[in-house]
């Protein structure tokens, strides 16, 4: 998440990730929390630069649109995305999100899905998308 960043799209992840019995963590480009979009704020539990993407089953990519620029020229946000797209996990994203995803030259596939689609997610994130593995890595 950035500063920006849509509340009810972020309740909308935590809430299905919750009634799937998932853990959930906020990760932002600072610890001290971001000002969303309706002005309130929103602590986080972990920053970017410090928090790989490896260390999830999946990922919501929740950003405002100034926050996606942004964040395409941070070494750290770019390699969050790429190492989830390239470690095969499920990932949502809003307009935003899919900002960024261009930006850091993600491409489409069946595990990457609009936020709003969170019963394709939650489905997603239960496993690898193996089908993306030959377009990320040379296989024997």
């Given amino acids: 998440v ?3 960043s849509d509340r009810a ?8 990730a ?4 998932a853990a959930v963590k906020i990760i932002a480009p600072k610890v001290g929390g971001v000002k969303l ?8 539990d972990g920053q970017l630069a410090g928090t790989p993407s ?7 990519v929740i950003l405002s649109d100034k926050g996606a620029q942004t964040l395409s020229m941070d070494a750290a946000a770019v390699d969050f ?3 989830a797209f390239g470690h095969l996990k499920a ?8 900002t960024l995803l261009r930006l850091a030259a993600i491409g489409q596939d069946a595990g990457v ?15 690898r998308q193996w089908e993306r593995e030959r377009s990320v890595r040379m296989l024997a």
């Fill in 2 to 4: 950035t500063d920006g």
């Fill in 54 to 60: 490896v260390l999830f089953d999946a990922i919501a």
């Fill in 81 to 83: 995305v790429r190492d």
């Fill in 37 to 44: 979009f309706d002005r309130s704020m929103l602590e986080v």
């Fill in 18 to 21: 919750d009634d799937a019995g």
């Fill in 9 to 16: 799209a972020i309740e909308k992840i935590i809430k299905a």
């Fill in 91 to 98: 990932i949502a994203a809003d307009k935003g999100g899919h």
């Fill in 113 to 127: 899905m609009d936020a709003s689609d969170t019963d394709t997610f939650i489905t997603a994130a239960k496993t």
